[in-house]
């Protein structure tokens, strides 16, 4: 079993900047790919990025460009750099972790929330 716990949401203007982090509580050298999802009020969670353990990244249309996920095992950290930040970006954003054998763990969310 895995703990993963979401910080750095909150409230930005429109253009501006946030920094997510996700922290595992144990290693996560054996997570096949690790990921961010979000889901906004009335809407189904969606992929925001995904990263592999080899590095190798994927992003949702509507925020390449504009977000970069990045992961360090030795710190045990998955974070998501998210600039220029639009009022469509507001929801609640989760940390994915899938192992080989297709475990998945979900953390319990962080508000991100864009002003226009």
């Known amino acids: 079993q895995v703990q993963l716990v979401e910080s750095g949401g909150g409230l930005v203007q429109a253009g501006g900047s946030l920094r997510l982090s996700c922290a595992a509580s144990?290693?996560?050298?054996?997570?096949?790919?690790m990921g961010w999802y979000r889901q906004a009020p009335g809407k189904q969670r969606e992929l925001v990025a995904t990263?592999?353990?080899?590095?190798?990244?994927d992003y949702a249309y509507s925020v390449k460009g504009r977000f970069t996920i990045s992961r360090d095992n030795a710190k045990k950290t998955l974070d998501l750099e998210m600039n220029n930040l639009k009022p469509e970006d507001t929801a609640v954003y989760y940390c994915?972790?899938?192992?080989?054998?297709?475990?998945?763990?979900w953390g319990q969310g962080t508000q991100v929330t864009v002003s226009s």
């Open positions: 994915n972790a899938r192992t080989y054998e297709l475990n998945e763990y």
């Open positions: 144990r290693s996560i050298f054996s997570f096949n790919a």
């Open positions: 990263i592999t353990s080899g590095g190798s990244t």
